[in-house]
T-cell receptor, first 114, second 113 residues
Framework: DVKVTQSSRYLVKRTGEKVFLECVQD?????MFWYRQDPGLGLRLIYF???????EKGDIPEGYSVSREKKERFSLILESASTNQTSMYLC?????????????FGPGTRLTVL | GDSVTQMEGPVTLSEEACLTI???????????LFWYVQYPGEGLQLLLK?????DKGSNKGFEATYRKETTSFHLEKGSVQVSDSAVYFC????????????FGTGTLLAVQP
């Protein structure tokens, strides 16, 4: 079975702190994604990566950065956390195409910024 | 740009009732369409998908047919169970070489015994 794990299920941080969210997948997927999930807004793509050290902005990249130094690991960084970044963060991974484009999701990290 | 619109919830049904969750899309070209499900406390998982017009995706008693003429991909189940209670997301795969998805806002389904 594909497994996507996220470093924390729940996280509480203070405004201005630097926050790292880690995601690891074990299926050798090329693509990895970070989304945030908010009520009434669904899932919105923050960043994605299609290869090691490659990244592309999604729909809401402001206030976030990412790092992909190894194929299996994709990190989301909040340089200076703010209260409006309180949300559920979901990581996903997939192959690129060819009928194997299903995205597999981790369980999510619920981040609260005080 | 591409977008997905799905019916707002919550949808509350009694066990064994019929379910329809509406989903329509706007896209250029011929996107692949997906339904993902999120059970309480979990991440999303793929429920079914369809890659071309008139394709029917099915899984766990759920079905959805890719209707290009009405740009729709409605989710249906003939008899829901309490265990189907979850949030359902309709999504389309954007065009191009990458595998980015656009999600709808999600529909909460609550099935009562």
């Amino acid at each position: 079975d594909v497994k996507v794990t996220q470093s924390s299920r729940y996280l509480v941080k203070r405004t201005g702190e630097k926050v790292f969210l880690e995601c690891v997948q074990d299926m050798d997927h090329e693509n990895m994604f970070w989304y945030r999930q908010d009520p009434g807004l669904g899932l919105r793509l923050i960043y994605f990566s299609y290869d090691v050290k490659m990244k592309e902005k999604g729909d809401i990249p402001e206030g976030y950065s990412v790092s992909r130094e190894k194929k299996e690991r994709f990190s989301l960084i909040l340089e200076s956390a703010s209260t409006n970044q309180t949300s559920m963060y979901l990581c996903a991974s997939s192959f690129t195409r060819g009928g194997r484009d299903t995205q597999y999701f981790g369980p999510g990290t619920r981040l609260t910024v005080l | 740009g591409d977008s997905v619109t799905q019916m707002e919830g919550p949808v509350t049904l009694s066990e064994e009732a019929c379910l329809t969750i509406n989903c329509t899309y706007t896209a250029t070209g011929y996107p692949s369409l997906f339904w993902y499900v999120q059970y309480p406390g979990e991440g999303l998982q793929l429920l079914l998908k369809a890659t071309k017009a008139d394709d029917k995706g099915s899984n766990k008693g759920f079905e959805a047919t890719y209707r290009k003429e009405t740009t729709s991909f409605h989710l249906e189940k003939g008899s829901v169970q309490v265990s189907d209670s979850a949030v359902y997301f309709c999504a389309l795969r954007r065009g191009g070489a990458t595998n980015k998805l656009i999600f709808g806002t999600g529909t909460l389904l609550a099935v009562q015994p």
